[in-house]
C-alpha cells in the first residue's frame, strides 16, 4: 500500500525567508508523487509533479521539489516565501497498480510572517 | 477558478438524516473523484467514476454511495448520518480514468455540519 508521511503540521516562516516542507513516501512501485495547495475557502491547486522524468521538478509560484529515491523523499521548497504562500500543502502519491488514485498526505500549514 | 462546481457550499442536518451532494466536473473531464477532509483524518479518497462507471473505491463507507449520470455530473450520497459524518466533501475531475496520469481539478468543497 502507498502512503506520505508529511513532517509538521505547522511551519512559519519569516517572508523573504527559504521555505521546506518536507514529504516522505512508501511505495512499492515507481510512484508518482505531487504537491498540492489549498488557499483559504478554496479547492486543491496542483503545484507540480512527479513522474519519473528529471527529478528536480520545478512547479507554479516559484516553488520546486527533488524526488530522491534513496531517502523516499520528495521535499518542497522555495528559496523566498511571500505572504501569498500562506495556505496548506498536500503532498500525494500514486502509482501504477490499478487506477492509480491519489493518497495524500495529512497537510502541512503554512505561516509566512512580515 | 478550477471549473469544477460543487452544490451546496454549505449544509448543516441532523443524526438520521440524508444528504446528495452535487458536483459537476470540468467541460471535457471524464473522472469524477470524491473526498472526504477532516481535521483527524485528514483527505481520505472515498470513490471515482469514469464515464458514468465506478472505477476504484476507497474508505467510503456503506451508508454512503454515489454515481455518475450520463451528463457526467456526479453526486454522493450519505444516509443515517452521523456526527462523525461532518467534513468537507470534495469532488474532482480529470480528463482520463487514472489519477496519476494528469491533473486532479478540485471543487470549492461541500462543508456537511451534522448536529
Known amino acids: 500500500a502507498q502512503s506520505v508521511t508529511q513532517l509538521g503540521s505547522h511551519v512559519s516562516v519569516s517572508e523573504g525567508a527559504l521555505v521546506l516542507l518536507r514529504c516522505n513516501y512508501s511505495s512499492s512501485v515507481p510512484p508518482y508523487l505531487f504537491w498540492y495547495v489549498q488557499y483559504p475557502n478554496q479547492g486543491l491547486q496542483l503545484l507540480l509533479k512527479?513522474?519519473?522524468?528529471?527529478?528536480l521538478v520545478k512547479g507554479i509560484n516559484g516553488f520546486e521539489a527533488e524526488f530522491k529515491k534513496s531517502e523516499t523523499s520528495f521535499h518542497l521548497t522555495k528559496p523566498s516565501a511571500h505572504m501569498s504562500d500562506a495556505a496548506e500543502y498536500f503532498c500525494a502519491v500514486s502509482d501504477d497498480s490499478g487506477y492509480s488514485t491519489l493518497t495524500f498526505g495529512k497537510g502541512t500549514m503554512l505561516l509566512v510572517s512580515p | 477558478d478550477s471549473g469544477v462546481t460543487q452544490t451546496p457550499k454549505h449544509l448543516i442536518t441532523a443524526t438520521g438524516q440524508r444528504v446528495t451532494l452535487r458536483c459537476s466536473p470540468r467541460?471535457?473531464?471524464?473522472?469524477v473523484y470524491w473526498y472526504q477532509q477532516s481535521l483527524d483524518q485528514g483527505l481520505q479518497f472515498l470513490i471515482q467514476y469514469y464515464n458514468g462507471e465506478e472505477r476504484a473505491k476507497g474508505n467510503i463507507l456503506e451508508r454512503f454511495s454515489a454515481q455518475q449520470f450520463p451528463d457526467l455530473h456526479s453526486e454522493l450520497n450519505l444516509s443515517s448520518l452521523e456526527l462523525g459524518d461532518s467534513a468537507l466533501y470534495f469532488c474532482?475531475?480529470?480528463?482520463?480514468?487514472?489519477?496519476?496520469?494528469?491533473?486532479?481539478?478540485f471543487g470549492e468543497g461541500s462543508r456537511l455540519t451534522v448536529l
Open positions: 467541460s471535457g473531464d471524464l473522472s
Open positions: 474532482a475531475s480529470s480528463v482520463g480514468g487514472q489519477a496519476n496520469t494528469g491533473e486532479l481539478f
Open positions: 512527479y513522474t519519473s522524468a528529471a527529478t
